[in-house]
């Protein structure tokens, strides 16, 4: 079963308009971590954003924020003011346990495209 | 955030020959690395995930004879495709954890691997 679902393949959003791409994610593990990456064409993998299973409160980092709803299993990214560098590839990950020595699973990815 | 460095970042080979992928952690001690591939236009899936000074945990499907992985120090892991093949053709990318990477793991910039 997929762990981590990302249902839009591509998306197109206004410069300087905000834009939410979609996570799902799926796991009986009640401590367990939350992830987004950038990867743009250049292939690197670009780390955005990190919400945990028990933080209280919505994280965010400058432009992103991540829309965590816990009951609804979904970790949607939000990213405010997009830019034209922010055309990319977008991965949504989780890891199961907080041990950073434990394995991230990836979503399909979105692919995000901002128009001038 | 932590650097990881990979060499080479292209590599062009015959069918038939081996090519060694080295993935270093620059300043902090990776105690556990992983090994992605990723084919054009999908997502990143795990191979093995390795941890220093033992041998690497291999995904399933993904051929341990055909895939060596070496962890021989807390900088440094290879990953050797031998007797490539242009299936093998990809983007092969690593990420380490370790003390200073407890939220996330730390990718390195990819390897190109064409193989003719």
């Known amino acids: 079963a997929q762990k981590i679902t990302q249902t839009q393949p591509g998306m197109f959003v206004q410069e300087k308009e905000a834009v939410t791409l979609d996570c799902t994610y799926d796991?009986?593990?009640?401590?367990?971590?939350l992830f987004w990456y950038k990867q743009p064409s250049s292939g690197e993998m670009i780390f955005l954003i990190y919400?945990?299973?028990?933080?209280?409160q919505n994280a965010t980092e400058g432009r992103y924020s991540l829309n965590f709803q816990k009951a609804r299993k979904s970790a949607n990214l939000v990213i405010s003011a997009s830019q034209l560098g922010d055309s990319a590839m977008y991965f949504c990950?989780?890891?199961?346990?907080?041990?950073?020595?434990?394995?991230?699973?990836f979503g399909g990815g979105t692919r995000l495209m901002v128009k001038p | 955030g932590a650097v990881v460095s990979q060499h080479p970042s292209r590599v062009i080979c015959k069918s038939g020959t081996s090519v060694k992928i080295e993935c270093r952690s620059l300043?902090?001690?990776?105690?556990?690395m992983f090994w992605y591939r990723q084919f054009p236009k999908q997502s990143l899936m795990l191979m093995a995930t390795?941890?220093?000074?033992?041998?690497?945990?291999?995904e399933q499907g993904v051929e341990k004879d055909k895939f060596l992985i070496n962890h021989a120090s807390l900088t440094l892991s290879t990953l050797t495709v031998t007797s490539a093949h242009p299936e093998d053709s990809s983007f092969y990318i690593c990420?380490?954890?370790?003390?200073?990477?407890?939220?996330?793991?730390?990718f390195g910039p990819g390897t190109r691997l064409l193989v003719l």
């Open positions: 990420s380490a954890s370790g003390e200073s990477g407890r939220k996330t793991q730390y």
């Open positions: 796991t009986s593990d009640p401590s367990y971590g």
């Open positions: 919400q945990g299973s028990y933080d209280q």
């Open positions: 990950a989780m890891r199961e346990g907080h041990n950073a020595g434990n394995m991230l699973t």
């Open positions: 300043d902090f001690q990776a105690t556990t």
């Open positions: 390795s941890n220093e000074g033992s041998k690497a945990t291999y």
